[in-house]
């Protein structure tokens, strides 16, 4: 069964540095979203793209967040600098456009800022 | 604005014990509504959605039926297993594809 494949699955870095994170979703689906779940809470939506395009960037803060879908498949969302509040699991997810409502979330990145 | 509100957690559960988590929602027009399950280190899995008022999803024993008029979608299962202890999070769907999630409950099933 495919699957959306994330990487790296944990990452530790110090406040200030530069991290990046990167999804491959399920091969065919159009629409990628990038997702913040800080512990205890559910997951935040970040940004989404359909195909390259971004559709929903509202809650991503952008002077440290940067997100890009260059040719349409994979995606790699960026912080920079890095922030202890920053510390959280972060989720890519995909789906069909206009065929399908479900998403599919990878497993996750789990990211912990010192 | 739209939403979604979860019974808070920790359920505590003896294993065969009846689950009920509640979900209640507000939303403009005609949401779809999701329940996803997290079991402890991984991502969201699709457990079960509605598309329409008085459907009713179903997946390994699990149903929630979509009441309209009490805008609500309850989580409901007969018999817990162990296995069955996770996060259980109610979402909707909104205004193409755009997903807001509960704040999710987490479910503990004693042997």
């Known amino acids: 069964e495919a699957e959306v494949a994330q990487s790296p699955r944990y990452k530790i870095t110090e406040k200030s540095q530069a991290v990046a994170f990167w999804c491959d979703p399920i091969s065919g689906h159009a629409t990628l979203y990038w997702y913040r779940q800080i512990l205890g809470q559910g997951p935040e939506l970040l940004v989404q793209f359909q195909d390259e395009s971004v559709v929903d960037d509202s809650q991503l803060p952008k002077d440290r967040f940067s997100a890009e879908r260059l040719k349409g498949v994979d995606s790699t969302l960026k912080i920079q600098p890095a922030e202890l509040g920053d510390s959280a699991m972060y989720l890519c997810a995909s789906s069909l456009y206009g065929v399908q409502e479900t998403q599919y979330f990878g497993p996750g990145t789990r990211l912990l800022v010192l | 604005g739209d939403s979604v509100t979860q019974m808070e957690g920790p359920v505590t559960l003896s294993e065969e014990a009846f689950l009920t988590i509640n979900c209640t929602y507000t939303?403009?027009?005609?949401?779809?509504l999701f329940w996803y399950v997290q079991y402890p280190g991984e991502g969201l899995q699709l457990l079960l959605k509605?598309?329409?008022?008085?459907d009713k999803g179903s997946n390994k024993g699990f149903e929630a039926t979509y009441r309209k008029e009490t805008t609500s979608f309850h989580l409901e299962k007969g018999s817990v297993q162990v296995s069955d202890s996770a996060v259980y999070f109610c979402a909707l769907r909104y205004n193409f594809n755009k997903f807001y999630f509960g704040s999710g409950t987490k479910l503990n099933v004693k042997p």
């Open positions: 509605a598309t329409k008022a008085d």
């Open positions: 939303a403009t027009g005609y949401p779809s």
